[in-house]
């Protein structure tokens, strides 16, 4: 059972440049998240989607969109990279309302020049 | 929007040692979780408790949600409990957590 699967887990960018972080889970979960950690802040909710069909902004979601494509899947696209954006992304699932325990893909380090 | 804060923000221990982790919140939540992250990155999911007691081997939670905090006890400490704790909260529909700033763990043998 993979859980939540995050690709790539590392990947350099310079600045300016397009990328996709792609989250995939095999748990039939209805919600899914895409968030940020940086060092001494914590995690940081970036965008979120409760339901197919459904995305919501997080605390931080300026420069960043998702799409969720089906209810596996859910991406988190930036299109013109920063050096604030260096970070390491978690992407996570749950269940739903009712049933909220989160379960976290292993990390994605992302590092902007 | 709702503050998270834990304390102590680092803590260093012997094996074998007990420890208390303790996060504050600034409103009423509905949701709240405890997480540790090993020194590899992983995070892992220990309890789920807006509210009551739970206990899983070595480690326990209590959550006093009319008071706005949650303890996170640790006994008889192992250099595996390493790491950073986090504490996680959610006052809305869809499971929306807002994280603390952690606890960094540190047990020596």
């Known amino acids: 059972n993979a859980g939540v699967t995050q690709t790539p887990k590392f990947q350099v960018l310079k600045t300016g440049q397009s990328m996709t972080l792609q989250c995939a889970q095999d748990m039939n979960h209805n919600s899914m998240y895409w968030y940020r950690q940086d060092p001494g802040m914590g995690l940081r909710l970036i965008y979120y989607?409760?339901?197919?069909?459904?995305?919501d902004k997080g605390e931080v979601p300026n420069g960043y969109n998702v799409s969720r494509l089906n209810k596996r899947e859910f991406s988190l696209r930036l299109e013109s990279a920063a050096p604030s954006q260096t970070s390491v992304y978690f992407c996570?699932?749950?269940?739903?309302?009712?049933?909220?325990?989160?379960?976290f893909g292993a990390g994605s380090r992302l590092t902007v020049l | 929007g709702i503050q998270v804060e834990q304390s102590p923000p680092d803590l260093i221990l012997q094996e074998g040692a007990n420890s208390t982790l303790r996060c504050n919140f600034s409103d009423s939540v509905n949701n709240l979780q405890w997480f540790h992250q090993n020194p590899w990155g992983q995070l892992i999911n220990l309890f789920y408790i807006p509210s009551g007691t739970k206990q899983n081997g070595r480690l326990s939670a209590t959550t006093v949600a009319t008071e706005r905090y949650s303890l996170l006890y640790i006994s008889s400490s192992q250099t595996t409990d390493s790491g950073v704790y986090f504490c996680a909260v959610g006052y809305a529909q869809g499971g929306k957590l807002i994280f603390g700033q952690g606890t960094e763990l540190s047990v020596k043998p």
């Open positions: 996570a699932s749950n269940p739903g309302a009712g049933a909220n325990v989160l379960t």
């Open positions: 989607s409760a339901s197919e069909g459904t995305t």
